[in-house]
């Protein structure tokens, strides 16, 4: 792609600054929601499983510094664009997560975060760009994204990934025996609302009760209005690159 195609936005008040398509599949709230949400601290590995333009990762590096960051990327338009985006913080591999290289495969990594596409395409219909096809609509199977997210952790490394909520069923029956310590934060729009998304994590090898938090609700009020209407904690997870504690 050449920059004419390209727009280069703030996420987190110009914290980061991301080159990303004009058209196509476009980094919005929820890997930045997903970011603030990971207990990393410096020193920590950290890898995003389809990282497109390395949204996620790169807020995460942003608030944690001395972080060992790697992304990997099917779509090789996105992968070189997660890679400039990254300016030599982020190592980006592009592959497909059904087929991770040797190199990759022998690494473990103390955090494993993904933001798989969330439309199956036996229930929905298909975007018509192939690169917004391609990161919304699930071709590898849900299941698969779980399981090489799991081998991919250290010892006692934690799991984390955000979806739709009605997909928490297949997200519990796709991890692993050795995953524990299982987290689900869901997330609406209004007090009083149901959840659309959620936050899951879970432990390698962790053996703490099930625990299902209460909502984070992400605007205030009961309605939209004009304006900027988030909640407090949410504009500053957004805005300004603070943590969501939970």
């Known amino acids: 792609m050449n920059d004419t195609e390209l727009t280069r936005d703030a996420f987190l008040g110009g914290l980061v600054h991301l080159w990303q398509p004009r058209s196509g599949y476009r980094a919005g709230v929820d890997p930045v929601l997903l970011a603030a949400t990971i207990p990393a601290v410096s020193g920590q590995r950290v890898l995003e499983l389809g990282c497109g333009v390395g949204a996620a990762v790169l807020c995460l590096g942003a608030r944690v510094a001395g972080l060992e960051l790697v992304g990997v990327e099917r779509e090789r338009s996105y992968a070189e664009l997660a890679d400039r985006n990254g300016e030599g913080r ?16 022998q690494r473990q990594f103390d ?19 192939p690169v917004r096809e391609a990161a919304l609509g699930e071709e590898t199977p849900l299941a698969l994204w779980v399981e090489v997210a799991a081998k991919r952790l250290a010892p006692r490394g934690l799991l984390h990934m955000i979806h739709r909520a009605e997909r928490l069923p297949d997200l519990l029956a796709a991890l692993p025996r050795d995953m524990g310590s299982i987290e689900v934060l869901p997330i609406a729009a209004r007090t009083g609302r149901s959840a659309e998304r959620l936050i899951l994590r879970a432990r390698k090898s962790g053996r703490a009760d099930f625990r299902l938090h209460a909502p984070l609700i992400l605007h205030r009020g009961d309605s939209h209005i004009d304006g900027d209407q988030y909640a407090p904690q949410v504009r500053d997870a957004l805005r300004a690159g603070a943590a969501l504690s939970f």
């Open 90 to 105: 982020l190592d980006v591999v592009h592959a497909d997560i059904a087929a991770l290289p040797l190199t990759l495969r």
């Open 111 to 129: 955090h494993v975060l993904a933001n798989p596409p969330y439309w199956r395409r036996d229930s929905s219909v298909a975007a018509s760009v």
